[in-house]
Each structure stands twice: as structure tokens, then as C-alpha cells.
């Protein structure tokens, strides 16, 4: 069974640079047919798609965060990580990692982390 | 963009009836690329169907997804104590690539 697990300070300060981690345990990283993802959630609110990375280190971004964003991963620790600059106050959220599976033709997010909340404040 | 408006906002129902949720797409996608989930209070999202109408790992029967083109349906046969939770849709493919419906919150009535 697949589980990702988001770790990455709570608190960062405006004008600050976001960073997370996703740890991904019970299967490697390095799996052809899978994308690594990162989504979020504004407090209340729907959910806003960041980014995916390949184990290759192919990525694509939201275009609408795509200047501030950088997604990274490291197959050696089985992790991959997010990056988002110039924080603001509406970058404020729940932080989720999510797997794709895009092998079977499907691009569905089929197995997600608990989310990590990240508070933008000075 | 593709929008995605998923109605009705709120539906409230009592256990044991059936539950339909709609997601109208702004231009026409594929059906291959419409999945729904479910979130619970303080719980990530859970995927329930892909590919429009197959349903994921483990998601029960009474769950059932249908439609193509711009418009998608979430069917819960008969609702249970646990279904009440809030839906949301998503489509692949048009940029920006992944987006998701507002939600449709279903409430005990």
C-alpha cells in the first residue's frame, strides 16, 4: 500500500520561500507510470492543482503559479518536494502530495497524503 | 480554461435515499479524464471514480458515475451514515492541466 507523507515548516513568513517534502513509502518513486503531485486546499475552500513531476525530473505547473513554483525529486530517499516563492497571505492553505497514475490511460490522483497546513504570517 | 461547476451546492438528503450530483464542464472533455472524490472534515480527498464511470479500489456499488462531453453525474444509490461529505470533480488534459469543481457539500437532512 502506497503512503506519502508531507513534512515542511508550519509557519513561513511573507516575501519567504514555501518548501515541503512528500516522503513516499510502499512502492519507489522511481516506478515508471506515476506522476508526484501537489495540490491545495485554501482554508474552506476547493482544491487548486500545483504541479507534478515525473522520477525523471520532467515537471508541469499551473500557469497561474508557475513563476513561483519549483518541483523537485530525489529517487535516493524516495521523496519529491515543492518550492513556492514570494509567499503571500493567499498562499495559506493545506498542502497535499497525491500520486497520478497514468499508466492505464487515466490520470485520476489515487492516493494522497493527510495534508500539511501552512500558515503565511509574519 | 476549462471550468468546471458542479451542482447543486448543497443537497441535503437522509440516509437511505439516493443521492445525484451534477458537474457541467464549460467545453466539451474527454470522459477518460473526469474522476470524482470524496473529502471528509479534516481528511484528504479520496478518489471514488475515474474515468468518468470506473469506480476506484474498494469504493462500494452504491457509488456509480456517469456522462460524457460537458456533463457528469455522481450517483449514490442509497446514502449511508458515512457518505455525507463533501464531492468534488476534476478533469485532466485542458490547461492548466488539472482542475476541480467547487464541491458539492451533502448534508443529513
Known amino acids: 500500500q502506497v503512503q506519502l507523507q508531507e513534512s515542511g515548516p508550519g509557519l513561513v513568513k511573507p516575501s519567504q520561500t514555501l518548501s515541503l517534502t512528500c516522503t513516499v513509502s510502499?512502492?519507489?518513486?522511481?516506478?515508471?507510470?506515476?506522476?508526484w503531485s501537489w495540490i491545495r486546499q485554501h482554508p474552506g475552500k476547493g482544491l487548486e492543482w500545483i504541479g507534478y513531476?515525473?522520477?525523471?525530473?520532467?515537471?508541469y505547473y499551473n500557469p497561474s503559479l508557475k513563476s513561483r513554483v519549483t518541483i523537485s525529486v530525489d529517487t535516493s530517499k524516495n521523496q519529491f518536494s515543492l518550492k513556492l516563492s514570494s509567499v503571500t497571505a493567499a498562499d495559506t492553505a493545506m498542502y497535499y502530495c497525491?500520486?497520478?497514475?497514468?499508466?492505464?490511460?487515466?490520470?485520476?490522483?489515487?492516493?494522497w497524503g493527510q495534508g500539511t497546513l501552512v500558515t503565511v504570517s509574519s | 480554461e476549462i471550468v468546471l461547476t458542479q451542482s447543486p451546492g448543497t443537497l441535503s438528503l437522509s440516509p437511505g435515499e439516493r443521492a445525484t450530483l451534477s458537474c457541467r464542464a464549460s467545453?466539451?472533455?474527454?470522459?477518460?479524464?473526469l474522476a470524482w472524490y470524496q473529502q471528509k472534515p479534516g481528511q484528504a480527498p479520496r478518489l471514488l471514480i475515474y474515468?468518468?464511470?470506473s469506480r476506484a479500489t474498494g469504493i462500494p456499488d452504491r457509488f456509480s458515475g456517469s456522462g460524457s462531453g460537458t456533463d457528469f453525474t455522481l450517483t449514490i444509490s442509497r446514502l449511508e451514515p458515512e457518505d455525507f461529505a463533501v464531492y468534488y470533480c476534476?478533469?485532466?488534459?485542458?490547461?492548466?492541466?488539472?482542475?476541480f469543481g467547487q464541491g458539492t457539500k451533502l448534508e443529513i437532512k
Open positions: 497525491a500520486r497520478i497514475t497514468f499508466w492505464s490511460g487515466y490520470y485520476p490522483f489515487d492516493y
Open positions: 510502499g512502492g519507489s518513486i522511481s516506478s515508471g507510470g506515476y506522476y
Open positions: 513531476i515525473y522520477y525523471s525530473g520532467s515537471t
Open positions: 467545453q466539451s472533455i474527454s470522459s477518460t479524464y
Open positions: 474515468g468518468a464511470s
Open positions: 476534476q478533469q485532466y488534459g485542458s490547461s492548466p492541466v488539472y482542475t
